[in-house]
């Protein structure tokens, strides 16, 4: 069992789609589904029921991703501490998708000055993981964005920011200098996808069960207001788009921006990690 194969499934077991999983990998769809199905010869069993609209996962496939889950994070560490046995040391760094925070970027410019032999890899993840794969183990560190689930893990705020209503320009609440939420409340929202973090489905549904579309990505949340008039919360300084305003919500708290780690780790580089965040992010 190869940890490649390994990898692609996992993939395709936390997308629950075939082509947002070879998307995810930046390769094409039919080699993902062929490594999938000689995984599953090899292994004697269906690790996934596929139908047009996706995949979910057998009881047999639901066992093997946590196993690969474990076993990838392992051959992952060997290789760090390989690596850093060498003089070659690496953190992972999990962040949000379409993120442009120039905290991110004094927090790059200033941890390459005290590190410059460290190797830094980052994954990029979807509004769907608010801990950028923390939790899966995935990553060393996040800079995330509260609230979720800290179960296991250590989160410290490096800063906040105001948040507003997502409106198509056309829409008569977009006049208005400020709204709450009783404004929204007879409103479509874009939503998340079944199983995201409730913590964060919450936050962003201004603490209320919503129907509207799916979106996964800042870009698709976006297309959801201007394609279809629904409404839903932004960063206050986002610059929405053509067709688009933001317009501050008086009583929802700030988004927090978070660095998390998993609780007891001493890697020393996360530590180091962390303080220089703190000094990036101060406003």
């Known amino acids: 069992m190869e940890l490649r194969a390994l990898r692609y499934f996992v993939a395709v077991a936390e997308e629950l ?62 290789r760090e501490r390989v690596r850093a046995a060498a003089g070659a040391a690496t953190l992972t760094v999990g962040i ?18 005290q590190h410059p032999r460290v190797e830094i890899r980052v ?14 183990g995935l990553v060393d560190v996040a800079l995330a964005r509260g609230p979720f689930d800290e179960t ?21 609440l977009a006049r208005r ?19 995201t973090d409730a913590l964060w489905q919450s936050y962003w549904n201004g603490g209320a069960s919503r129907e ?23 960063l206050l300084d986002h610059e929405p788009g053509d067709g688009l305003r933001v317009v501050p919500l008086l009583d929802m708290p700030a988004s927090r921006v978070v660095a998390a780690w998993k609780e007891g780790d001493t890697n020393p580089l996360i530590r180091s990690f962390v303080r220089t965040a703190i ?5």
Not at 96 to 113: C, H, I, K, N, V
Not at 152 to 172: F, H, S
Not at 177 to 195: C, H, N, Q, S, Y
């Open 17 to 78: 789609h075939f082509g947002r999983a070879a998307a995810r990998l930046h390769m094409s769809q039919p080699p993902l589904s062929r490594a999938i199905k000689q995984l599953e010869t090899g292994i004697g069993a269906t690790l996934v029921d596929r139908s047009p609209t996706g995949v979910t996962l057998t009881a047999v496939g639901a066992v093997l991703l946590d196993e690969a889950r474990a076993l990838l994070d392992h051959a992952d560490r060997v």
């Open 96 to 113: 949000l998708g379409d993120s442009a925070d120039p905290g991110a970027t004094r927090l790059a410019d200033a941890f390459r000055r």
């Open 212 to 234: 509207g579309p799916v979106v996964r990505a800042v870009v698709e949340c976006r297309q959801a207001v201007l394609w279809n008039g629904t409404v839903g919360m932004t």
């Open 123 to 136: 994954r990029e993840t979807d509004l769907t993981d608010p801990t950028c794969g923390l939790h899966a």
């Open 152 to 172: 296991g893990l250590t989160v410290r705020e490096l800063r906040t920011d105001p948040v507003g209503a997502l409106l198509r320009t056309d829409d008569p």
């Open 177 to 195: 200098d400020t709204l709450k939420l009783a404004d929204l409340a007879d409103r479509r929202w874009f939503v998340f996808p079944e199983g």
């Open 279 to 283: 000094a990036a992010y101060r406003p």
